[in-house]
């Protein structure tokens, strides 16, 4: 059970609020934002997602630059709460097509109008967007998505040459084309979140991968899709059953640990070739969730060396290798590498020639950051950092720097070799034939190297 929902812009404009039970005071929107501002002016990391003052429990998710936000009095689950936020997010993404201040505040009579269908006197009734379509009748207001940032893995994902169209994440689900046209298409997206952790000496101390199957579909008449897998696809101890996936033991080439399926999933005959049937619900949802701790070849090697250079002087010398094809390019690769607590200066030198690289030193917590745009495949970069002291090193300098933390986003790659080996769409007539995308990409959830 939640009091109040309000959305609020990274300037900590309230742009939605809503009230459900009047047991929070008013300006709870002003103490969230002043609370997680503050978080992180003391010098600490991002503000939890759960978090109490003066016997408010506020919980929020951070969606495409705007903080969704839930507060109660009640001790209610924190995920549950989170979860919900998320849905909501979800929801109003799928309604307005485009989900940023300026479509919210365009669309506020829409906006409301979800809201209250979503939860009433604080308590959640449905999250389902195919369900909501019977209670809302406010259409959206368009909202030009060409001066918006990418939102989305899907916005840049490329298919050799040819760009695949961004209206997976900039469509409503309720409106038509110009003309009163539908487009007739679906978008199938693998998304792989990977954690890996490397030694000193560049060994991999542990991997996992996180994935998820995202469908979207904008077809008429919900028509039966199939989906089918790799053929060789183990799942648990010997990969015999979509029931029993409880061990990382299997046969195949591609060994998931464990998944879950979407409801409206049929396994009938997933055991036997790899198809999942199913008949897709409005909006954009998970068909699978699946967690991989198969060793995979990683996308980056990482190595890093501090040492001592003279008198109050230190070096880093930081290389980072990708380890992909040379026609995969990675986008928006960020290091960061916490420095000894006494470096008062740090000056960087990149390689020559190099462009769309920027370092940076962050003296408020001590940290160096290297941001590349573009990663090609097959390609290394390094890094070199002269470090200054303000006083007489007392330790190793090894055990005062690091770990090395790295992000990354990589379209049409993703390292589990899970693939969609084809999607079959039940025609209706011989000439139907809707647009089909499938997409994949990779991004860092904890990628890490110890030095």
Known sequence: ??????????RGDNIVFRDYRGEVAKGSAEIFFRKVKFWKEDGQEEAPPVFNVDGVNYFHVKVVGLLFVASTRVNVSPSLVLELLQRIARVIKDYLGVLSEDSLRKNFVLVYELLDEVIDFGYMQTTSTEVLKSYIFNEPIMVDAARLQPLHPAAIFMQGTKRMPGTAITKSVVANEPGGRKREEIFV??????????SSSGYILTSEIDGTIQMKSYLTGNPEIRLALNEDLSIGRGGESANDYRSSYGSGAVILDDCNFHESVRLDSFDMDRTLALVPPDGEFPVMNYRMTQEFKPPFHINCLIEEAGHLKGEVILKVRAEFPSNITANTVVLEMPLPKYTTRASFELEPGVTGQRTDFKGANKKLEWDLEKFVGGVEHTLRAKLTFSQ??????????GPVSMTFTIPMYNVSRLQVKYLQIAKKSSSYNPYRWVRYVTQANSYVARI
């Open 189 to 198: 997206d693998i998304i792989e979140k990977i954690s890996v952790t490397f």
């Open 392 to 401: 007489d090193l007392h330790a190793n300098i090894t055990k005062e720097a």
């Open 1 to 10: 059970m939640i009091s109040q929902f309000f959305v609020l812009s990274q």
